[in-house]
Nanobody, 118 residues
Protein backbone atom coordinates (compact mmCIF):
# COMPACT_ATOMS: atom_id res chain seq x y z
CA UNK A 1 0.00 0.00 0.00
CA UNK A 2 1.15 3.54 -0.75
CA UNK A 3 0.14 6.81 0.86
CA UNK A 4 0.63 10.19 -0.77
CA UNK A 5 0.31 13.53 1.00
CA UNK A 6 0.51 16.84 -0.85
CA UNK A 7 1.40 20.21 0.57
CA UNK A 8 2.25 23.67 -0.63
CA UNK A 9 -0.93 24.89 -2.26
CA UNK A 10 -2.36 28.32 -1.62
CA UNK A 11 -3.33 31.65 -3.05
CA UNK A 12 -0.96 33.54 -5.31
CA UNK A 13 -1.23 36.46 -7.68
CA UNK A 14 -0.86 36.00 -11.40
CA UNK A 15 2.79 35.91 -12.34
CA UNK A 16 3.77 34.47 -8.99
CA UNK A 17 5.19 31.10 -7.99
CA UNK A 18 4.28 28.17 -5.81
CA UNK A 19 6.03 24.95 -4.94
CA UNK A 20 4.00 21.81 -4.35
CA UNK A 21 5.41 18.81 -2.55
CA UNK A 22 4.24 15.25 -2.23
CA UNK A 23 5.50 12.81 0.36
CA UNK A 24 5.14 9.13 -0.41
CA UNK A 25 5.17 6.35 2.14
CA UNK A 26 4.65 2.62 1.97
CA UNK A 27 5.72 0.24 -0.77
CA UNK A 28 7.28 2.64 -3.23
CA UNK A 29 10.70 3.08 -4.77
CA UNK A 30 12.58 5.35 -7.10
CA UNK A 31 11.62 3.11 -9.99
CA UNK A 32 7.98 4.12 -9.74
CA UNK A 33 6.57 6.99 -11.77
CA UNK A 34 5.23 9.92 -9.80
CA UNK A 35 3.02 12.49 -11.39
CA UNK A 36 1.02 15.63 -10.86
CA UNK A 37 -2.49 16.11 -12.15
CA UNK A 38 -4.97 18.92 -11.68
CA UNK A 39 -8.69 19.44 -11.83
CA UNK A 40 -10.29 22.82 -12.29
CA UNK A 41 -13.94 23.46 -11.40
CA UNK A 42 -16.23 21.97 -14.01
CA UNK A 43 -13.38 20.33 -15.88
CA UNK A 44 -11.91 16.86 -16.07
CA UNK A 45 -8.72 15.96 -14.29
CA UNK A 46 -5.71 16.55 -16.53
CA UNK A 47 -2.10 15.54 -16.59
CA UNK A 48 0.48 18.16 -15.60
CA UNK A 49 3.83 16.44 -15.22
CA UNK A 50 5.49 13.14 -14.34
CA UNK A 51 8.91 11.84 -13.41
CA UNK A 52 10.44 8.39 -13.58
CA UNK A 53 13.48 8.00 -11.42
CA UNK A 54 15.04 11.43 -11.19
CA UNK A 55 15.80 12.21 -14.80
CA UNK A 56 12.96 11.14 -17.07
CA UNK A 57 10.45 14.00 -17.01
CA UNK A 58 7.32 14.70 -18.97
CA UNK A 59 5.20 17.84 -19.07
CA UNK A 60 1.87 18.86 -20.45
CA UNK A 61 2.14 21.61 -23.04
CA UNK A 62 0.54 24.03 -20.58
CA UNK A 63 3.33 23.35 -18.08
CA UNK A 64 6.36 23.40 -20.35
CA UNK A 65 8.73 26.24 -19.62
CA UNK A 66 6.90 27.24 -16.45
CA UNK A 67 6.75 24.16 -14.23
CA UNK A 68 9.62 21.96 -13.08
CA UNK A 69 9.19 18.54 -11.52
CA UNK A 70 11.86 17.07 -9.29
CA UNK A 71 12.30 14.12 -7.02
CA UNK A 72 14.27 13.21 -3.93
CA UNK A 73 14.37 9.44 -3.70
CA UNK A 74 16.14 9.52 -0.35
CA UNK A 75 13.16 11.37 1.13
CA UNK A 76 10.49 9.77 -1.08
CA UNK A 77 9.25 13.16 -2.17
CA UNK A 78 8.35 14.75 -5.47
CA UNK A 79 7.99 18.48 -5.99
CA UNK A 80 6.45 20.72 -8.60
CA UNK A 81 7.89 24.19 -8.89
CA UNK A 82 5.34 26.39 -10.64
CA UNK A 83 6.40 29.77 -12.00
CA UNK A 84 4.61 32.43 -14.02
CA UNK A 85 1.28 31.23 -12.75
CA UNK A 86 -1.88 32.46 -14.40
CA UNK A 87 -5.55 32.23 -13.50
CA UNK A 88 -5.96 29.19 -15.77
CA UNK A 89 -3.67 27.28 -13.40
CA UNK A 90 -6.28 27.50 -10.66
CA UNK A 91 -7.21 23.94 -9.72
CA UNK A 92 -6.88 21.21 -7.17
CA UNK A 93 -3.53 19.57 -7.74
CA UNK A 94 -3.11 15.88 -7.09
CA UNK A 95 -0.01 13.80 -6.64
CA UNK A 96 -0.20 10.30 -8.09
CA UNK A 97 1.97 7.23 -8.29
CA UNK A 98 2.25 4.52 -10.89
CA UNK A 99 4.08 1.45 -9.70
CA UNK A 100 6.91 0.10 -11.80
CA UNK A 101 5.64 -2.30 -14.44
CA UNK A 102 2.06 -1.02 -14.34
CA UNK A 103 0.24 1.27 -16.74
CA UNK A 104 -2.10 3.20 -14.48
CA UNK A 105 -1.80 5.60 -11.58
CA UNK A 106 -3.27 3.56 -8.79
CA UNK A 107 -2.41 5.78 -5.86
CA UNK A 108 -3.54 9.34 -5.35
CA UNK A 109 -3.14 12.03 -2.76
CA UNK A 110 -6.00 14.03 -1.32
CA UNK A 111 -5.21 17.09 -3.41
CA UNK A 112 -4.10 20.61 -2.63
CA UNK A 113 -5.83 23.77 -3.80
CA UNK A 114 -3.96 26.27 -5.94
CA UNK A 115 -5.73 29.55 -6.58
CA UNK A 116 -4.25 32.21 -8.84
CA UNK A 117 -5.81 35.65 -8.65
CA UNK A 118 -5.68 38.24 -11.39
Amino acid sequence: QVQLVESGGGLVQAGGSLRLSCAASGRTSGSDTMGWFRQAPGKEREFVSAILGTALKNYADSAKGRFTISRDNAKNTVSLQMNSLNVEDTAVYYCALKLRGTSTYDYWGQGTQVTVSS
